[in-house]
């Protein structure tokens, strides 16, 4: 059978086949079949489909762990961009307590109109959030080095961007019980923030892109004028 093999960057595609026999057939294959039937069958059913059924695995693959710091990051600077639209329309108090949304609801109820609607969106984002932490987790856990070993830095760095996610809705509750007191709404962003961070260092490290010294002037330059 035609085996379609792909190094991990998808870099380099070959095509593999065993000569057919005098009478025609393809050793492995059931009948007659023409070469690019057998391509369709064995990339389908994942026998050596592109990449290998190793990078169709959902966490075990270095493919897989790539995939899930690019959603980690995705996701978490679409809350700061909810959060922004949140702000711009003057929706922080839509839901006006917190963990419920309003009285004893923990959805927006129809007089609470957009602001409502706009705060409880980015809320629910949270459960988007912790559930790709979790799946960027297990494959920052499963990975393994060059040499074999485990990737300790990645899984560090995803334990703790997880670990920020529920402390981060924390204070976005306290936000909302101090009626938006600058202070807290302040915290609530570098929270966000710091997680960003997090996850462009873990997209550097399975990329295999440079991460840049945050030690040196320049960088603490920027940070201590960002705050």
């Known amino acids: 059978i035609v085996t379609l093999l792909a190094d ?15 009478s025609g057939v393809v050793p492995g294959c059931p009948s007659r079949c023409p070469l690019a039937t057998t391509i369709g069958l064995t990339a389908g059913i994942g026998y050596g489909g592109l ?3 190793e990078d169709m695995s959902i966490t075990n693959s270095a493919a897989a762990l790539r995939r899930w710091t690019v959603a980690s990051l995705v996701a978490n ?3 700061v961009v909810t959060g922004g ?3 711009l329309t003057k929706s922080g108090l839509g839901c006006p307590t917190w963990p419920q949304c309003e009285g004893a ?3 927006p109820r129809s007089e609470s109109g957009i602001h409502g609607l706009i705060e409880f969106g980015n809320r629910t984002l ?3 959030l912790a559930a790709v932490a979790i799946g960027t987790f297990v494959a920052a ?7 074999g070993e485990p990737r300790q830095d990645l899984r560090r760095l ?3 961007a997880g670990l920020l996610i529920p402390l981060q809705a924390g204070i976005g509750g306290v936000t909302v019980l101090t009626q938006l007191n600058p202070w807290v709404v302040a915290l609530h962003l570098l929270a966000s923030v710091a997680i960003i961070g997090i996850c462009v260092a873990m997209v550097h490290l399975t990329h295999g892109l440079p991460v840049r010294d945050t030690t040196s002037l320049g960088s603490v330059l920027v940070k201590a004028g960002f705050v």
């Not at 856990?141 to 040499?147: I, Y």
Request: glycine share 10%; net charge positive.
């Open 8 to 22: 991990p960057g998808l870099e380099r595609l070959e095509f593999r086949h065993p000569a057919p026999s005098d």
């Open 51 to 53: 990449g290998g059924s």
């Open 77 to 79: 600077m679409a809350l």
């Open 85 to 87: 639209l949140v702000r």
């Open 105 to 107: 609801s923990y959805v």
């Open 126 to 128: 949270t459960f988007v």
């Open 141 to 147: 856990w499963r990975a393994r080095g060059a040499d």
């Open 158 to 160: 995803a334990f703790l």
